[in-house]
């Protein structure tokens, strides 16, 4: 599968700055975007982890999902900015093999995603869209085009993204 983690930078101090309603209503409009986009392009959203999504597309559909995950950045970012809202995208993905199933308590079992392959997307550093190379392997030629290497270690982000490590 593909996985992918899609964080808010500066969502911490954001939170802070608004009321527990507004922010409830605000997320909860946010990810009916993320959804959307996620479900509109054949992927599927695992959970919601506070601000933070952990997203899952199958390894077929890796081309498909990076595409998303790239227009999530774009439209994501842009809405929260008409929103006044301080928050970007950060955004990570790889591929490999997962386990899946559904977990949780006795009455309430959930879909999930566990193995390396999850936390290798995990702990790949982004500062805006960053993929690993066994993600960009999957990668049609014109999406490839999208991006470049960034090292060390590897990692494929947007050409129009800054190296900043």
Not at 40 to 55: E, P
Not at 77 to 105: F, L, N, Q, S, Y
Not at 150 to 165: G, L, S
Request: contains cysteine.
């Amino acid at each position: 599968m593909l996985v992918a983690f899609c964080d808010l930078s500066g969502f911490g101090r954001y939170s802070r700055s608004v009321s527990d309603r507004s922010l409830l209503d605000t997320m909860a409009e946010y990810f009916e975007l993320v959804g959307d986009i996620v479900e509109g392009s054949g992927g599927r959203v695992v959970k919601f982890i506070g601000d933070a999504a952990l997203i899952v597309y199958p390894e077929d559909l890796a081309d498909a999902g990076v595409r998303a995950l790239l227009e999530l950045k774009g439209r994501g970012d842009a809405w929260m900015e008409e929103r006044g809202i301080p928050c970007r995208h950060e955004m990570k993905a790889h591929v490999g093999p997962v386990v899946c199933g559904h977990v949780g308590t006795r009455r309430d079992k959930r879909f999930d995603v566990f193995g390396q392959t999850v936390n290798t997307a995990a702990v790949t550093k982004s500062n805006g869209v960053a993929i690993t190379p066994q993600a960009f392997r999957k990668l049609a030629p014109g999406t490839r085009t999208l991006f470049k290497k960034h090292t060390p270690p590897v990692t494929y982000i947007p050409v129009e993204e800054r190296h900043r490590d």
